[in-house]
Nanobody, 117 residues
Framework: QVQLVESGGGLVQAGGSLNLSCAAS????????MGWHRQPPGKQRELVAT???????DYAVSVRGRFTFSRDNAKNTVYLQMNSLKPEDTAVYFC???????????WGRGTQVTVYS
């Protein structure tokens, strides 16, 4: 069973930064896709950033230019650097990883990010 553990969330003023981490219990280069979703209060979960096995990264329009996905294979960890945070970025942020297109992805339990103005 794969475990994904997020950390790095917290309370930050608008314009500030946070760097989320997601540590995997398995070598991350065995996953075909890894990424981040978020769930704002009272809303559905939405994609934030996703990286495919070919190294390409897609971002939600709302975070482009502000958020950056990165990975450290040696640490089996992926990151989400979030800059210029806005109150609308307030959400629980979830890390996920997929083995392939046919099986459900693995999810972390999430980390809360709260941005105040």
């Amino acid at each position: 069973q794969v475990q994904l553990v997020e950390s790095g969330g917290g309370l930050v003023q608008a314009g500030g930064s946070l760097n989320l981490s997601c540590a995997a219990s398995r070598t991350i280069d065995t996953f075909t896709v890894m990424g981040w979703h978020r769930q704002p209060p009272g809303k559905q979960r939405e994609l934030v950033a996703t990286r495919s096995y070919d190294g390409s990264t897609d971002y939600a329009v709302s975070v482009r230019g502000r958020f950056t996905f990165s990975r450290d294979n040696a640490k089996n960890t992926v990151y989400l650097q979030m800059n210029s945070l806005k109150p609308e970025d307030t959400a629980v942020y979830f890390c996920y990883a997929s083995d392939d297109l046919y099986t459900p992805p693995y999810w972390g339990r999430g980390t809360q990010v709260t941005v105040y103005s």
